[in-house]
């Protein structure tokens, strides 16, 4: 279900920061968003970043995704690009024992705003992905708290 690029062949990055990465390689949606949700993710180059493109039939929105590893400032990279303009890049780290955190601060309408987003990758091959932000120093308030999931691969026709 999960398409992982086979292990013989070394990437870029050193296996470690490799696996952070590889679990997020996939065809992916989100339970209830089957029929429009859809997020691929493949690998970019010599396993050097993982590239996933999203669209959503319901609101036809669009987006390009990079992750990947800064080996010069030895942080983990986020960046995404919207059909509708606009962008964002943020900076992670590992988070327990496979996972990722990635942290960011922009400042908005409503103030300074403060943001981690945690990708844990579990052992039923589902990816939970939560956001929490916070305004002006403020609490910490969930965002987002929901799972990717696997898309169920097409039978072939009989």
Known sequence: MLLVAAPAAAGVHPPEIEARLAWLVGD???????????????????????ECSSSDSSDGSQSRSVLGYSKAD????????????????????????RGLVFIDQRRTATGWVRSTTTLTPLADGRIHFQRARSVDGGPWQATDDFHYVPRPTASPAP
Do not use: I, K, L, M
């Open 28 to 50: 992916w949606t989100v339970p209830g968003q089957e029929r429009t949700y859809r997020e691929t993710c493949d690998w970019y180059g010599d396993r050097a970043f993982v």
């Open 74 to 97: 030895a942080h983990f990279t986020y960046h995404n690009y919207g059909n509708d303009g606009r962008s964002r890049s943020e900076f992670g780290f590992a988070s327990g024992e």
